[in-house]
């Protein structure tokens, strides 16, 4: 895995890995990745990240289903940010977001507040997908 060598890893061993539906070039996400989840990401053609929270590899779609197939992945001038040129599938095509979103970047500023975009609607509710809590 000499690839991952080149990059800028923080102190966690940790780098931004930016979503990026490849078909509109919507931002459909950002995540984290550790050398595990760039090396299973490479291997498997499908995203892996490294939840924080969790403290674990994350197979994008391991409970929603909306996995994201990796098409292509690019590496910033920096050498500390990826960007993941993707196609996102899964039981509801076109979901990314845990909020049942096509993009997490559903809020925009507006009148010094943090509105959700009209053009952003819930496709799919949480609960549909995540089961009830």
Not at 76 to 87: E, F, H, P, W
């Given at each position: 895995?000499?690839f991952?060598?080149a990059?800028?890893?923080?102190?966690?061993?940790l780098i931004p890995a930016?979503?990026?539906?490849?078909?509109?070039?919507d931002?459909?996400?950002?995540?984290w990745?550790?050398r595990?989840?760039?090396?299973?990401t490479?291997l498997?053609?499908?995203a892996?990240?490294?939840?924080?929270?969790?403290?674990?590899l994350w197979h994008?779609g391991?409970e929603?289903?909306?996995?994201?197939?990796?098409?292509?992945i690019?590496l910033?001038?920096d050498?500390?940010?990826l960007?993941?040129?993707?196609r996102q599938?899964?039981?509801?095509p076109?979901?990314?977001c845990?909020?049942g979103?096509?993009?997490?970047?559903?809020?925009h500023?507006?009148?010094?507040?943090w509105?959700?975009?009209p053009?952003?609607?819930v496709?799919k509710?949480?609960?549909?997908i995540?089961?009830?809590?």
């Amino acid at each position: 895995m000499a690839f991952a060598d080149a990059l800028a890893w923080d102190d966690k061993g940790l780098i931004p890995a930016i979503a990026q539906e490849a078909a509109t070039g919507d931002v459909l996400m950002v995540a984290w990745m550790n050398r595990e989840a760039l090396l299973q990401t490479a291997l498997r053609g499908e995203a892996v990240y490294y939840s924080r929270s969790r403290q674990r590899l994350w197979h994008k779609g391991e409970e929603s289903g909306h996995v994201q197939q990796v098409l292509d992945i690019r590496l910033d001038c920096d050498q500390d940010v990826l960007l993941l040129q993707v196609r996102q599938w899964g039981h509801t095509p076109g979901i990314a977001c845990h909020t049942g979103r096509h993009s997490c970047f559903y809020s925009h500023l507006q009148g010094g507040q943090w509105q959700d975009r009209p053009d952003a609607p819930v496709l799919k509710a949480p609960a549909q997908i995540y089961g009830a809590s």
